[in-house]
């Protein structure tokens, strides 16, 4: 008797432990969004491509985007230094806002024609440029990135 209520009682317990194995992962995957800190209604996302200019970096204060240079020489520009990203389901346009009065950030790769605004269709994605006008040879451009 003492046997068979044994056996019961692993069995009751090894059938608890795989429901909880089991249904552990599907919570956590669920909730994800919170644990991670993620949000799923942004209405862009910014790549940065800093690494590929020597000695510029890139830093984010909330809405604002910062930019660090050394200039090689005293007018320069800098193609596709960010990437802005549309993940949205729908068609979205966005402003730059540049808070430097010598130095710009623009979007694509046109420097004879800045583009300060853009409109992009969803799941695309377009550079973001620098145009550093500024006698300086470290340099630092502020710029934040409004959706209309």
């Not at 194995?21 to 993620?38: S, T």
């Amino acid at each position: 008797m003492k046997r068979i209520l044994l056996t019961t009682s692993l069995n009751f317990l090894a059938i608890l432990l795989l429901i909880t194995l089991i249904a552990a992962p599907i919570y956590f995957a669920q909730n994800i969004n919170k644990i991670a800190g993620v949000k799923t209604e942004s209405s862009y996302l910014l790549i940065s491509q800093t690494e590929k200019f020597p000695g510029m970096t890139f830093s984010q204060s909330d809405n604002a985007y910062t930019v660090g240079f050394t200039k090689q020489a005293q007018k320069q520009a800098y193609l596709s230094v960010l990437i802005i990203n549309n993940p949205t389901a729908q068609t979205k346009s966005y402003i730059i806002q540049n808070r430097s009065t010598t130095s710009e950030a623009f979007f694509g790769e046109n420097i004879n024609d800045p583009q300060r605004s853009v409109t992009l269709p969803a799941q695309s994605s377009l550079p973001i440029s620098i145009i550093a006008r500024n006698a300086l040879q470290q340099e630092e451009i502020s710029f934040k990135i409004q959706t209309e």
